[in-house]
Nanobody
């Protein structure tokens, strides 16, 4: 069982930056691939970024390439999403996800999900 708790969301002006964190419980965090997803009002949840269990491989949706960076610290059981040059269209609830299979995470079928953190980007 893995519990995920996101933090770091908030209100930021367009062009600004935020760093989201996702703290995971359990001693097997390093065995899990991790991902970030987001859901904007009235829209379906979409993939943002993912990272392999070792951190060696990262994946990004086109919407975040060049602006977002996913990273993890296995010693702290935490995965991060650094978001720069934020746009109003980045406004959404951001969710952290975990699964032992990276392909499952990227497909949106992860076993474990956090409760989400709100990000609002104002113009």
């Amino acid at each position: 069982q893995v519990q995920l708790v996101e933090s770091g969301g908030g209100l930021v002006q367009a062009g600004g930056s935020l760093r989201l964190s996702c703290a995971a419980s359990g001693r097997t965090f390093s065995s899990y691939a991790m991902g970030w997803f987001r859901q904007a009002p009235g829209k379906e949840r979409e993939f943002v970024a993912a990272i392999s269990w070792s951190g060696s491989f990262t994946y990004y949706a086109d919407s975040g390439k060049g602006r977002f960076t996913i990273s993890r610290d296995n010693a702290k059981n935490t995965v991060y999403l650094q978001m720069n040059s934020l746009k109003t269209e980045d406004t959404a609830v951001y969710y952290c996800a975990a699964d032992t299979l990276g392909t499952t995470v990227r497909a949106g079928g992860a076993t474990y999900w956090g409760q989400g953190t709100h990000v609002t980007v104002s113009s």
